[in-house]
């Protein structure tokens, strides 16, 4: 067998440590989640004339094959005394993942819906040889039409406008938003719309929000256009989140993305200088873009945040709205609370705009508090931003949340640096919302009603797919 064959031809070396134990009630979730469980169950219902049975049975035993998690992650603790600091750390993010740092460009970043929508509104309105989009939220409403027509404007003045939208994420971008675009000449493609012959691929979603301005300028976040991004999150109209804006060739990534993307989905190979110009320095940061696929099987944002966290020596701060860690991620984060490193998670509170994730995120908090991380909930309104700071040397920005759907069944961006000016301004950024939230206490955490725990283990039966 090949884990028997592994050190056949080598010295005998101790066996790698493995990451996150799991517990009874993960097994017997497990067990529940397993098709071909209920593909038995179905089978033994309908040979004994049980048809309601088989067809419930049938019905998950479906639902479960297609929802399963994919990804093969890293289960074993890294065994170097590498850290994010040393030379050879991002030469090792750069080859576990398969994404270059690329030198040479000019970083941004912008705080909330009334920062980043009109210097986004800015660049399109600048745009001299295409526009291209890869959205998983594009609403109907003021900012929905506002960018609607910005983007007509653009295709009607002779500039290619090329817009990729989740089928599901966008599902509600309504007619006059598309009457606009179409007046306006916009071509517009959706990510893996939902048919019959499609369903076995609805689960990979496009969770990117990446804006392309000439293949020279690029914007990326957490932020979608829709109107509750607007404003400056002081109410619960309001969502808290943050953007950044690239500008030089790392630009060029983001491009890669959305065009291998669009090839997929249109089977158009976008070609020449319009969305591919020769990259030209804007800047002096250097940038790594990740680019995460589940097609990989790996799910890149994983390895990266993996790397990262288990490289982090004096400090780890992550804002993140969807924090639902499996149990290697749990037991990475405690390790290093152990060996020293302050770990502060600052997440979304009670205006948790979904119920599923709140409660899953609600039953995790125990194991990370007992192991003296500590928990923050973002009090005024929605926390979307998804930051993640280590030892104010290295951070990232991006799309993907802390959860299995990002790390492993989502299309998802986010750009690392290592720039120290542009680290302390995220850090200064999270401390800053820190004084917004309220800190979570293991006492109370424990004193959490009977239903307040029965919901938590119920909403625990879909936590792959929150």
Same mark, same amino acid.
């Given at each position: 067998?090949?884990?028997?064959?592994l050190?056949?031809?080598?010295?005998?070396?101790?066996?790698?440590?493995?990451?996150?134990?799991?517990?009874?009630?993960?097994?017997?979730?497990?067990?529940?989640? /397993?098709?071909?469980?209920?593909?038995?169950?179905? %089978?033994?219902?309908?040979?004994? !004339?049980?048809?309601?049975? /088989?067809?419930?049975?049938?019905?998950?035993?479906?639902?479960? *094959?297609?929802?399963?998690?994919?990804?093969?992650?890293?289960?074993?603790?890294?065994e170097?005394?590498?850290?994010?600091?040393?030379?050879?750390?991002p030469?090792?993010?750069? !080859?576990?993942?398969?994404?270059?740092?690329?030198?040479?460009?000019?970083?941004?970043? +912008?705080?909330?819906?009334?920062?980043? *929508?009109?210097?986004?509104?800015?660049?399109?309105?600048?745009?001299?040889?295409?526009?291209?989009?890869?959205?998983?939220?594009?609403?109907?409403?003021?900012?929905?039409?506002?960018?609607?027509?910005?983007?007509?404007?653009?295709?009607?003045?002779?500039?290619?406008?090329?817009?990729?939208?989740?089928?599901?994420?966008s599902?509600?971008?309504?007619?006059?938003?598309?009457?606009?675009?179409?007046?306006? !000449?916009?071509?517009?493609?959706?990510?893996?719309?939902?048919?019959?012959?499609?369903?076995?691929r609805?689960?990979?979603?496009?969770?990117?929000?990446s804006l392309?301005?000439?293949?020279?300028?690029?914007? /990326?976040?957490?932020?979608?256009?829709?109107?509750?991004?607007?404003?400056?999150?002081?109410?619960?109209?309001?969502?808290?989140?943050?953007?950044?804006?690239?500008?030089?060739?790392?630009?060029?990534?983001?491009?890669?993305?959305?065009?291998? @993307?669009w090839?997929q989905?249109?089977?158009?190979?976008?070609?020449?200088?319009?969305?591919?110009?020769?990259?030209?320095?804007?800047? @002096?940061?250097? %940038?790594?873009? %990740?680019?995460?696929?589940?097609?990989?099987?790996?799910?890149?944002?994983? /390895?990266?945040?993996?790397?990262?966290?288990?490289?982090?020596?004096?400090?780890?701060?992550?804002?993140?709205?969807?924090?639902?860690?499996?149990?290697?991620?749990?037991?990475?984060?405690?390790?290093?609370?152990?060996?020293g490193?302050?770990?502060?998670?600052?997440?979304?509170?009670?205006?948790?705009?979904?119920?599923?994730?709140?409660?899953?995120?609600?039953?995790?908090?125990g194991?990370?508090?007992?192991?003296?991380?500590?928990?923050?909930?973002?009090?005024?309104?929605?926390?979307?931003?998804?930051?993640?700071?280590?030892?104010?040397?290295?951070a990232?920005?991006?799309?993907?949340? +802390?959860?299995?759907?990002?790390?492993?069944?989502?299309?998802?961006?986010?750009?690392?640096?290592?720039?120290?000016?542009?680290?302390?301004?995220?850090?200064?950024? +999270?401390?800053?919302?820190?004084?917004?939230?309220?800190?979570?206490?293991?006492?109370?955490?424990?004193?959490?009603?009977?239903?307040?725990?029965?919901?938590?283990?119920?909403?625990?039966?879909?936590?792959?797919?929150?």
């Amino acid at each position: 067998m090949p884990k028997e064959q592994l050190y056949r031809l080598s010295p005998r070396r101790p066996k790698p440590e493995r990451l996150g134990r799991l517990e009874r009630w993960d097994r017997v979730r497990r067990a529940i989640r /397993t098709w071909w469980i209920w593909l038995a169950v179905a %089978i033994a219902a309908y040979l004994t !004339g049980y048809w309601i049975v /088989t067809l419930i049975a049938g019905v998950l035993s479906f639902v479960f *094959y297609h929802t399963a998690p994919e990804s093969h992650p890293a289960v074993y603790a890294l065994e170097t005394d590498l850290d994010v600091e040393s030379t050879e750390f991002p030469i090792t993010m750069e !080859g576990m993942t398969g994404m270059p740092l690329v030198p040479g460009n000019q970083i941004a970043l +912008f705080n909330n819906g009334d920062e980043f *929508y009109p210097k986004m509104l800015e660049a399109i309105e600048s745009a001299q040889h295409s526009i291209t989009m890869e959205q998983y939220i594009f609403w109907d409403g003021r900012v929905g039409r506002r960018f609607a027509e910005a983007f007509a404007e653009k295709a009607r003045a002779g500039v290619p406008v090329k817009l990729l939208l989740d089928a599901i994420g966008s599902s509600t971008l309504g007619e006059i938003v598309l009457k606009i675009l179409e007046a306006g !000449g916009c071509q517009l493609a959706w990510f893996r719309p939902i048919h019959w012959y499609t369903i076995v691929r609805a689960n990979h979603r496009d969770h990117r929000k990446s804006l392309i301005i000439d293949g020279k300028v690029a914007f /990326t976040g957490g932020a979608g256009l829709a109107d509750h991004w607007l404003g400056q999150a002081k109410n619960v109209r309001s969502w808290r989140d943050v953007m950044i804006r690239v500008e030089g060739p790392a630009a060029l990534v983001q491009q890669s993305g959305f065009a291998q @993307n669009w090839l997929q989905c249109t089977g158009e190979i976008l070609t020449g200088h319009e969305y591919f110009p020769v990259p030209s320095p804007a800047g @002096n940061v250097d %940038i790594q873009t %990740i680019l995460s696929s589940p097609f990989e099987g790996i799910g890149t944002a994983g /390895t990266m945040h993996l790397i990262a966290l288990q490289c982090a020596r004096r400090h780890i701060y992550i804002a993140n709205p969807y924090f639902i860690p499996d149990a290697r991620l749990i037991d990475m984060l405690a390790r290093a609370q152990a060996r020293g490193v302050a770990v502060k998670l600052m997440l979304a509170g009670k205006h948790n705009d979904t119920w599923w994730a709140r409660q899953n995120s609600l039953r995790l908090y125990g194991k990370l508090l007992e192991a003296g991380v500590e928990i923050f909930e973002f009090l005024p309104t929605m926390l979307h931003q998804k930051i993640v700071i280590v030892d104010d040397a290295w951070a990232s920005v991006g799309t993907a949340n +802390f959860d299995n759907r990002s790390l492993a069944l989502n299309e998802e961006t986010s750009l690392c640096f290592h720039d120290r000016a542009l680290v302390n301004r995220l850090h200064d950024i +999270f401390i800053a919302d820190l004084e917004r939230c309220r800190k979570v206490r293991l006492a109370d955490w424990k004193r959490r009603g009977f239903w307040q725990r029965a919901g938590e283990q119920f909403a625990s039966l879909i936590e792959d797919q929150v």
